[in-house]
Protein backbone atom coordinates (compact mmCIF):
# COMPACT_ATOMS: atom_id res chain seq x y z
CA UNK A 1 0.00 0.00 0.00
CA UNK A 2 1.55 3.42 -1.14
CA UNK A 3 1.81 5.75 1.87
CA UNK A 4 0.08 8.64 1.06
CA UNK A 5 1.85 12.34 0.61
CA UNK A 6 2.56 14.95 3.30
CA UNK A 7 0.22 17.14 3.93
CA UNK A 8 0.94 20.47 2.25
CA UNK A 9 2.53 23.12 4.31
CA UNK A 10 0.71 25.74 6.16
CA UNK A 11 0.66 29.44 4.64
CA UNK A 12 2.16 32.07 5.73
CA UNK A 13 -0.17 34.50 6.77
CA UNK A 14 -1.42 37.76 5.08
CA UNK A 15 -2.20 39.50 8.71
CA UNK A 16 0.25 40.68 10.95
CA UNK A 17 0.15 39.01 14.33
CA UNK A 18 1.50 39.35 18.21
CA UNK A 19 4.78 38.51 17.74
CA UNK A 20 5.98 38.25 14.37
CA UNK A 21 8.47 40.78 12.65
CA UNK A 22 7.17 43.34 10.49
CA UNK A 23 9.00 46.20 7.96
CA UNK A 24 7.50 49.82 8.00
CA UNK A 25 8.03 51.41 5.23
CA UNK A 26 8.07 55.29 6.09
CA UNK A 27 6.80 58.12 4.00
CA UNK A 28 7.45 55.86 0.63
CA UNK A 29 11.08 54.68 1.40
CA UNK A 30 12.60 57.43 3.28
CA UNK A 31 13.10 55.55 6.24
CA UNK A 32 12.82 51.73 6.61
CA UNK A 33 12.59 49.87 9.48
CA UNK A 34 11.95 46.20 10.68
CA UNK A 35 9.95 45.48 14.03
CA UNK A 36 8.77 42.71 16.49
CA UNK A 37 5.10 43.68 17.41
CA UNK A 38 5.56 42.73 21.18
CA UNK A 39 2.76 44.50 23.46
CA UNK A 40 5.31 47.50 24.62
CA UNK A 41 7.04 48.00 20.71
CA UNK A 42 6.41 51.72 19.97
CA UNK A 43 7.81 53.56 16.76
CA UNK A 44 9.04 57.45 16.88
CA UNK A 45 7.87 59.39 13.90
CA UNK A 46 8.74 62.59 14.00
CA UNK A 47 8.47 63.96 17.79
CA UNK A 48 5.85 61.08 18.02
CA UNK A 49 5.96 57.68 19.74
CA UNK A 50 3.37 56.33 18.39
CA UNK A 51 2.51 52.35 19.37
CA UNK A 52 2.24 49.57 17.41
CA UNK A 53 -0.98 47.38 18.83
CA UNK A 54 -2.68 48.74 15.82
CA UNK A 55 -1.00 46.65 13.63
CA UNK A 56 -1.58 43.83 14.97
CA UNK A 57 -4.73 41.92 12.89
CA UNK A 58 -4.08 44.07 9.84
CA UNK A 59 -3.33 42.54 6.74
CA UNK A 60 0.10 43.37 4.77
CA UNK A 61 -0.01 46.39 3.11
CA UNK A 62 -2.26 48.90 4.67
CA UNK A 63 -1.27 51.98 4.86
CA UNK A 64 -1.69 54.06 8.23
CA UNK A 65 -1.46 57.92 8.95
CA UNK A 66 -0.03 59.36 12.47
CA UNK A 67 -2.93 60.82 14.34
CA UNK A 68 -3.53 62.10 17.46
CA UNK A 69 -3.68 58.77 19.28
CA UNK A 70 -1.23 57.10 17.25
CA UNK A 71 -1.01 55.27 14.00
CA UNK A 72 -4.88 54.90 12.33
CA UNK A 73 -5.90 53.27 9.50
CA UNK A 74 -6.26 54.74 6.06
CA UNK A 75 -8.75 54.86 3.88
CA UNK A 76 -8.74 53.43 0.50
CA UNK A 77 -9.08 57.24 -1.22
CA UNK A 78 -6.17 58.40 0.93
CA UNK A 79 -3.76 56.24 -0.38
CA UNK A 80 -0.31 57.46 -1.94
CA UNK A 81 0.51 55.65 -5.39
CA UNK A 82 4.28 55.17 -6.12
CA UNK A 83 5.85 57.82 -7.81
CA UNK A 84 4.81 61.10 -8.90
CA UNK A 85 1.23 61.17 -11.01
CA UNK A 86 -1.24 63.60 -12.40
CA UNK A 87 -3.91 63.86 -9.61
CA UNK A 88 -7.05 64.32 -12.52
CA UNK A 89 -7.25 61.92 -14.53
CA UNK A 90 -8.76 64.24 -17.29
CA UNK A 91 -5.55 66.13 -17.33
CA UNK A 92 -3.68 62.68 -17.97
CA UNK A 93 -6.11 61.45 -20.45
CA UNK A 94 -7.11 64.39 -22.35
CA UNK A 95 -5.12 66.20 -24.64
CA UNK A 96 -6.11 69.72 -24.82
CA UNK A 97 -5.45 70.10 -20.95
CA UNK A 98 -2.11 68.27 -20.92
CA UNK A 99 -0.94 70.14 -23.93
CA UNK A 100 -2.25 73.94 -21.82
CA UNK A 101 -0.35 72.11 -18.81
CA UNK A 102 2.67 71.65 -20.52
CA UNK A 103 2.89 75.65 -22.03
CA UNK A 104 3.34 76.63 -18.24
CA UNK A 105 6.92 76.63 -16.76
CA UNK A 106 8.58 77.43 -13.17
CA UNK A 107 10.70 80.14 -14.95
CA UNK A 108 8.80 83.27 -13.46
CA UNK A 109 9.19 81.56 -10.09
CA UNK A 110 10.92 83.02 -7.03
CA UNK A 111 12.02 80.80 -4.08
CA UNK A 112 12.29 83.88 -1.81
CA UNK A 113 10.49 82.89 0.95
CA UNK A 114 7.87 85.30 0.63
CA UNK A 115 5.58 83.12 -1.24
CA UNK A 116 3.77 81.75 1.75
CA UNK A 117 1.54 83.40 3.92
CA UNK A 118 1.58 80.76 6.91
CA UNK A 119 3.72 81.38 9.62
CA UNK A 120 5.19 78.84 11.46
CA UNK A 121 3.32 80.36 14.80
CA UNK A 122 0.47 79.92 12.34
CA UNK A 123 1.22 76.05 12.16
CA UNK A 124 2.02 75.70 15.40
CA UNK A 125 -1.35 77.12 16.85
CA UNK A 126 -3.12 74.87 14.41
CA UNK A 127 -1.08 71.96 15.66
CA UNK A 128 -2.62 72.88 19.45
CA UNK A 129 -6.12 73.16 18.25
CA UNK A 130 -5.77 69.20 17.14
CA UNK A 131 -5.96 70.19 13.20
CA UNK A 132 -4.42 66.82 11.11
CA UNK A 133 -1.70 66.68 9.10
CA UNK A 134 -3.90 66.92 5.79
CA UNK A 135 -5.91 70.15 6.90
CA UNK A 136 -2.50 71.11 7.32
CA UNK A 137 -1.52 70.71 4.23
CA UNK A 138 -4.33 72.26 2.53
CA UNK A 139 -4.10 75.54 4.55
CA UNK A 140 -0.38 75.37 3.09
CA UNK A 141 -1.27 74.93 -0.47
CA UNK A 142 -4.44 77.52 -0.07
CA UNK A 143 -1.91 80.30 1.62
CA UNK A 144 1.05 79.93 -0.84
CA UNK A 145 0.82 82.53 -3.75
CA UNK A 146 2.81 80.50 -6.52
CA UNK A 147 0.95 77.23 -6.27
CA UNK A 148 -1.37 78.10 -8.91
CA UNK A 149 1.59 79.45 -11.22
CA UNK A 150 2.76 75.57 -10.51
CA UNK A 151 2.49 72.98 -13.48
CA UNK A 152 0.52 69.86 -11.93
CA UNK A 153 4.08 67.87 -11.95
CA UNK A 154 5.36 70.81 -9.60
CA UNK A 155 1.93 71.11 -7.78
CA UNK A 156 2.46 67.14 -6.93
CA UNK A 157 5.96 67.42 -5.90
CA UNK A 158 5.04 70.15 -3.71
CA UNK A 159 1.85 68.59 -2.33
CA UNK A 160 4.06 65.25 -1.50
CA UNK A 161 6.78 67.17 0.22
CA UNK A 162 4.57 68.72 2.73
CA UNK A 163 2.67 65.49 3.54
CA UNK A 164 5.80 63.97 3.94
CA UNK A 165 6.57 66.59 6.59
CA UNK A 166 3.01 67.40 8.23
CA UNK A 167 1.25 63.87 7.13
CA UNK A 168 4.08 61.24 7.44
CA UNK A 169 2.50 57.54 6.26
CA UNK A 170 3.18 54.07 7.32
CA UNK A 171 3.32 51.23 5.07
CA UNK A 172 3.34 47.73 6.87
CA UNK A 173 4.80 45.34 4.46
CA UNK A 174 5.63 41.48 4.98
CA UNK A 175 9.39 40.51 5.55
CA UNK A 176 10.11 38.61 2.78
CA UNK A 177 13.03 37.43 0.86
CA UNK A 178 12.78 41.26 -1.95
CA UNK A 179 11.83 43.74 0.90
CA UNK A 180 14.79 42.55 3.23
CA UNK A 181 16.98 42.44 0.68
CA UNK A 182 16.15 45.75 -0.51
CA UNK A 183 16.64 47.01 3.21
CA UNK A 184 20.10 45.99 3.87
CA UNK A 185 20.97 47.37 0.15
CA UNK A 186 20.00 50.52 0.94
CA UNK A 187 20.95 50.81 4.64
CA UNK A 188 23.52 48.64 4.95
CA UNK A 189 24.64 46.73 1.83
CA UNK A 190 28.29 45.33 3.19
CA UNK A 191 26.27 43.23 5.80
CA UNK A 192 24.61 41.03 2.87
CA UNK A 193 28.09 41.48 0.66
CA UNK A 194 26.04 43.97 -1.89
CA UNK A 195 23.66 41.67 -2.87
CA UNK A 196 21.09 42.98 -5.12
CA UNK A 197 17.50 41.88 -5.00
CA UNK A 198 17.84 40.78 -8.93
CA UNK A 199 21.15 38.89 -8.20
CA UNK A 200 18.81 36.84 -5.21
CA UNK A 201 16.51 36.08 -7.70
CA UNK A 202 18.78 34.83 -10.28
CA UNK A 203 20.92 32.68 -7.51
CA UNK A 204 17.84 31.06 -6.28
CA UNK A 205 16.72 30.25 -10.31
CA UNK A 206 20.43 29.09 -11.23
CA UNK A 207 20.55 26.70 -8.59
CA UNK A 208 16.95 25.04 -9.53
CA UNK A 209 15.64 25.76 -6.03
CA UNK A 210 11.91 23.90 -5.61
CA UNK A 211 10.03 21.97 -3.61
CA UNK A 212 11.70 18.85 -1.38
CA UNK A 213 15.14 19.85 -2.80
CA UNK A 214 18.24 19.43 -0.53
CA UNK A 215 20.01 22.92 -0.79
CA UNK A 216 23.84 22.88 0.33
CA UNK A 217 24.71 26.42 1.36
CA UNK A 218 27.37 28.28 2.02
CA UNK A 219 26.06 31.73 3.38
CA UNK A 220 28.63 34.44 4.84
CA UNK A 221 25.83 37.29 4.02
CA UNK A 222 24.03 37.24 7.38
CA UNK A 223 21.58 34.28 6.55
CA UNK A 224 19.87 35.97 3.57
CA UNK A 225 20.38 33.38 1.32
CA UNK A 226 19.18 30.42 3.86
CA UNK A 227 16.03 32.30 4.55
CA UNK A 228 15.22 33.13 1.09
CA UNK A 229 16.57 29.38 -0.05
CA UNK A 230 13.56 27.99 2.84
CA UNK A 231 11.08 30.52 2.15
CA UNK A 232 10.72 29.23 -1.44
CA UNK A 233 11.36 25.25 -0.33
CA UNK A 234 7.90 26.33 1.59
CA UNK A 235 8.58 23.37 4.47
CA UNK A 236 9.51 20.45 2.07
CA UNK A 237 13.04 19.51 1.40
CA UNK A 238 16.22 20.86 3.57
CA UNK A 239 18.59 23.67 3.65
CA UNK A 240 22.36 22.48 4.88
CA UNK A 241 24.50 25.88 5.87
CA UNK A 242 27.67 24.58 5.99
CA UNK A 243 30.52 27.05 7.36
CA UNK A 244 34.37 26.66 7.33
CA UNK A 245 36.36 26.16 10.81
CA UNK A 246 34.67 25.67 14.16
CA UNK A 247 32.38 29.02 14.45
CA UNK A 248 29.29 28.86 12.37
CA UNK A 249 28.80 31.67 10.11
CA UNK A 250 25.71 34.29 11.74
CA UNK A 251 22.76 33.68 10.01
CA UNK A 252 20.61 36.19 12.13
CA UNK A 253 19.01 37.89 9.31
CA UNK A 254 16.73 34.40 9.24
CA UNK A 255 14.68 35.82 12.19
CA UNK A 256 13.18 38.29 10.41
CA UNK A 257 11.14 35.95 7.55
CA UNK A 258 8.53 34.94 9.86
CA UNK A 259 9.37 31.11 9.53
CA UNK A 260 7.01 28.73 10.62
CA UNK A 261 7.94 26.04 13.06
CA UNK A 262 8.07 23.05 10.33
CA UNK A 263 9.96 26.15 8.01
CA UNK A 264 12.67 26.48 10.82
CA UNK A 265 12.99 22.85 11.15
CA UNK A 266 14.56 22.34 7.47
CA UNK A 267 17.26 24.21 8.15
CA UNK A 268 20.45 22.85 9.54
CA UNK A 269 23.78 24.18 10.52
CA UNK A 270 27.04 21.56 10.01
CA UNK A 271 30.99 22.45 9.47
CA UNK A 272 32.26 21.63 6.15
CA UNK A 273 34.92 19.16 7.46
CA UNK A 274 32.09 17.01 8.56
CA UNK A 275 30.69 16.81 5.37
CA UNK A 276 33.66 16.32 3.76
CA UNK A 277 34.76 13.63 5.69
CA UNK A 278 32.20 11.50 4.61
CA UNK A 279 33.75 11.65 1.34
CA UNK A 280 36.98 9.35 0.43
CA UNK A 281 39.98 10.69 0.73
CA UNK A 282 42.87 11.38 -2.36
CA UNK A 283 41.14 14.81 -3.35
CA UNK A 284 43.15 17.30 -4.60
CA UNK A 285 44.40 20.39 -1.73
CA UNK A 286 41.90 22.46 -0.58
CA UNK A 287 40.52 25.10 2.32
CA UNK A 288 40.75 22.21 5.08
CA UNK A 289 44.27 20.83 4.41
CA UNK A 290 47.49 21.87 4.90
CA UNK A 291 47.93 25.75 5.62
CA UNK A 292 45.03 27.18 4.46
CA UNK A 293 43.30 26.02 7.53
CA UNK A 294 44.29 29.32 8.94
CA UNK A 295 42.88 31.22 6.73
CA UNK A 296 39.16 29.65 7.20
CA UNK A 297 38.05 32.06 10.41
CA UNK A 298 39.63 35.59 9.37
CA UNK A 299 40.03 36.90 13.83
CA UNK A 300 37.72 39.72 12.68
CA UNK A 301 34.82 37.28 11.72
CA UNK A 302 35.74 35.32 15.03
CA UNK A 303 35.41 38.78 16.61
CA UNK A 304 32.24 39.38 15.16
CA UNK A 305 30.45 36.35 15.88
CA UNK A 306 31.38 36.66 19.59
CA UNK A 307 29.97 40.23 19.58
CA UNK A 308 26.93 38.75 18.32
CA UNK A 309 26.50 36.53 21.08
CA UNK A 310 27.44 38.97 23.76
CA UNK A 311 24.67 41.38 22.06
CA UNK A 312 21.93 38.60 22.06
CA UNK A 313 22.44 37.62 26.00
CA UNK A 314 22.82 41.72 26.96
CA UNK A 315 19.47 42.38 25.09
CA UNK A 316 18.18 39.04 26.37
CA UNK A 317 17.91 40.97 30.30
CA UNK A 318 16.04 43.60 29.23
CA UNK A 319 12.11 43.98 27.88
CA UNK A 320 12.35 46.58 26.33
CA UNK A 321 11.86 46.78 22.22
CA UNK A 322 13.90 48.92 20.23
CA UNK A 323 13.57 50.39 16.63
CA UNK A 324 15.44 47.64 14.15
CA UNK A 325 16.13 50.24 11.69
CA UNK A 326 19.17 48.88 9.76
CA UNK A 327 21.88 52.00 9.82
CA UNK A 328 25.68 50.63 9.47
CA UNK A 329 27.12 47.27 10.19
CA UNK A 330 27.89 47.48 13.93
CA UNK A 331 24.89 48.36 14.57
CA UNK A 332 23.64 45.60 12.29
CA UNK A 333 23.82 42.42 15.53
CA UNK A 334 22.88 44.37 17.53
CA UNK A 335 19.45 45.62 15.77
CA UNK A 336 18.60 41.91 14.88
CA UNK A 337 19.44 40.68 18.52
CA UNK A 338 17.71 42.96 20.37
CA UNK A 339 13.64 42.93 19.07
CA UNK A 340 13.62 39.33 17.50
CA UNK A 341 14.69 37.20 20.53
CA UNK A 342 11.54 38.58 22.55
CA UNK A 343 8.59 35.83 22.82
CA UNK A 344 5.70 35.77 20.36
CA UNK A 345 2.19 34.96 21.46
CA UNK A 346 1.86 32.52 18.16
CA UNK A 347 3.61 28.94 17.64
CA UNK A 348 4.54 29.84 14.42
CA UNK A 349 6.15 33.22 14.84
CA UNK A 350 10.14 32.93 14.55
CA UNK A 351 10.53 32.17 18.06
CA UNK A 352 9.20 28.83 18.00
CA UNK A 353 10.75 25.93 20.03
CA UNK A 354 12.00 24.38 17.08
CA UNK A 355 15.15 27.10 16.30
CA UNK A 356 16.55 27.19 13.06
CA UNK A 357 20.28 26.30 12.56
CA UNK A 358 20.65 22.72 14.63
CA UNK A 359 22.82 19.86 13.61
CA UNK A 360 21.39 17.65 11.13
CA UNK A 361 20.37 14.02 12.35
CA UNK A 362 22.45 11.09 11.27
CA UNK A 363 20.29 9.67 9.49
CA UNK A 364 19.78 12.96 6.75
CA UNK A 365 24.07 12.64 6.95
CA UNK A 366 23.87 9.53 5.64
CA UNK A 367 21.68 10.04 3.10
CA UNK A 368 22.91 12.97 1.76
CA UNK A 369 26.41 10.80 1.73
CA UNK A 370 24.77 8.34 -0.55
CA UNK A 371 22.51 10.71 -2.62
CA UNK A 372 24.49 13.98 -2.36
CA UNK A 373 23.35 17.42 -2.50
CA UNK A 374 20.48 18.49 -5.37
CA UNK A 375 22.25 22.19 -5.57
CA UNK A 376 24.42 24.15 -4.16
CA UNK A 377 24.89 28.26 -3.72
CA UNK A 378 27.80 29.87 -2.52
CA UNK A 379 27.76 33.51 -1.29
CA UNK A 380 31.46 33.77 0.69
CA UNK A 381 32.80 37.18 -0.62
CA UNK A 382 35.95 37.26 2.35
CA UNK A 383 36.95 33.50 1.33
CA UNK A 384 38.64 31.98 -1.68
CA UNK A 385 36.50 30.55 -3.92
CA UNK A 386 38.47 28.01 -6.41
CA UNK A 387 39.68 25.78 -3.11
CA UNK A 388 36.39 26.38 -1.50
CA UNK A 389 34.60 24.93 -4.61
CA UNK A 390 36.67 22.26 -4.75
CA UNK A 391 35.73 21.00 -1.27
CA UNK A 392 31.87 21.38 -2.59
CA UNK A 393 31.85 19.98 -5.45
CA UNK A 394 32.09 16.38 -4.37
CA UNK A 395 29.12 17.13 -2.08
CA UNK A 396 27.01 17.16 -4.86
CA UNK A 397 24.65 14.53 -7.08
CA UNK A 398 25.48 14.16 -10.20
CA UNK A 399 24.25 16.69 -12.60
CA UNK A 400 23.35 18.94 -9.90
CA UNK A 401 23.42 22.75 -10.67
CA UNK A 402 25.41 24.85 -8.43
CA UNK A 403 25.63 29.10 -8.33
CA UNK A 404 28.59 31.19 -6.74
CA UNK A 405 28.34 34.58 -6.38
CA UNK A 406 31.15 37.33 -5.30
CA UNK A 407 31.17 40.85 -5.27
CA UNK A 408 34.31 40.57 -7.95
CA UNK A 409 34.90 38.97 -11.20
CA UNK A 410 38.91 38.28 -10.96
CA UNK A 411 37.64 35.04 -8.35
CA UNK A 412 35.01 33.32 -10.09
CA UNK A 413 36.81 33.74 -13.61
CA UNK A 414 39.60 32.14 -12.08
CA UNK A 415 37.87 29.12 -10.65
CA UNK A 416 35.79 28.70 -13.89
CA UNK A 417 39.07 28.28 -15.62
CA UNK A 418 39.99 25.36 -12.92
CA UNK A 419 36.73 23.82 -13.42
CA UNK A 420 37.14 23.70 -16.99
CA UNK A 421 39.90 21.94 -17.02
CA UNK A 422 38.96 20.04 -14.35
CA UNK A 423 35.98 18.76 -16.43
CA UNK A 424 34.07 18.95 -12.99
CA UNK A 425 31.68 20.84 -14.54
CA UNK A 426 29.59 21.77 -17.54
CA UNK A 427 27.43 24.62 -18.74
CA UNK A 428 28.76 26.94 -16.94
CA UNK A 429 28.13 30.64 -17.35
CA UNK A 430 30.08 33.56 -15.98
CA UNK A 431 27.09 36.85 -15.79
CA UNK A 432 26.67 39.70 -14.25
CA UNK A 433 23.27 40.90 -13.28
CA UNK A 434 21.69 44.40 -14.55
CA UNK A 435 18.92 45.99 -13.69
CA UNK A 436 17.60 49.58 -14.27
CA UNK A 437 14.71 51.45 -12.62
CA UNK A 438 12.66 53.41 -14.83
CA UNK A 439 10.17 56.46 -13.88
CA UNK A 440 7.30 56.08 -15.96
CA UNK A 441 5.20 59.01 -16.32
CA UNK A 442 3.50 60.90 -19.05
CA UNK A 443 6.44 62.78 -21.06
CA UNK A 444 8.36 62.03 -18.30
CA UNK A 445 9.41 58.76 -18.66
CA UNK A 446 13.34 58.11 -17.52
CA UNK A 447 15.55 56.13 -15.66
CA UNK A 448 15.61 57.04 -12.17
CA UNK A 449 18.72 59.48 -11.33
CA UNK A 450 20.05 57.51 -8.53
CA UNK A 451 20.68 53.63 -9.20
CA UNK A 452 22.93 50.86 -7.95
CA UNK A 453 25.20 50.17 -11.16
CA UNK A 454 26.54 47.39 -9.77
CA UNK A 455 25.09 43.88 -9.09
CA UNK A 456 28.03 41.34 -8.33
CA UNK A 457 28.60 38.01 -10.39
CA UNK A 458 27.69 34.74 -10.42
CA UNK A 459 29.50 31.76 -11.98
CA UNK A 460 26.60 29.11 -12.63
CA UNK A 461 27.05 25.39 -13.90
CA UNK A 462 26.22 21.59 -13.61
CA UNK A 463 28.48 19.49 -11.45
CA UNK A 464 29.78 16.26 -13.65
CA UNK A 465 31.95 13.29 -12.49
CA UNK A 466 35.11 13.30 -13.78
CA UNK A 467 36.23 10.30 -15.74
CA UNK A 468 38.60 9.18 -13.28
CA UNK A 469 35.75 8.96 -10.88
CA UNK A 470 33.75 7.16 -13.67
CA UNK A 471 36.72 4.69 -14.04
CA UNK A 472 37.17 3.49 -10.68
Known sequence: MDTPPPPPPAAISREAWEGCSVLLDINDGDRLAFFRLTPAATVKIGNKTCSLQPLVGRPFGSLFRVGA????????????????????????????????????DNRSLVDNNTAQNLSSDDIEAMKRDGATGDEIVEALIANSSTFGKKTVFSQEKYKLKKQKKYAPKVLLRRPSARSICETYLKKSPARIGFMRVDTLSLLLSMANIGAYSDVLVVDMVGGLIVGAVAERLGGTGYVCS????????????????????????????????????????????????????????????????????????????????????????????????????????????????????????????????????????VAAPGHEVESLVADL??????????????????????????LQVSKRAIGMQLSEPWLREYQVLPSRTHPH???????????????????QVTHK
Open 69 to 104: DGLVPCAAADAPSRGLVYPDDSVQDGADDQVQDETR
Open 449 to 467: MQMNAFGGYILSGIRIQSE
Open 393 to 418: LPLLSSSAPFAIYHQYLEPLAKCMHT
Open 242 to 377: TYLGSVPSSIDIIRMYNLSSDMGSRIVQVPLSDLCSMQSSGNSPSVLNGSSEGQVVKPEDAQAVDTAVLDEKAQLSTEQPTDMEVLNPSLDVQVENSSLDCKGGDDDSIASKSKPGKAPSPEKMKYWNEHGFSSLI
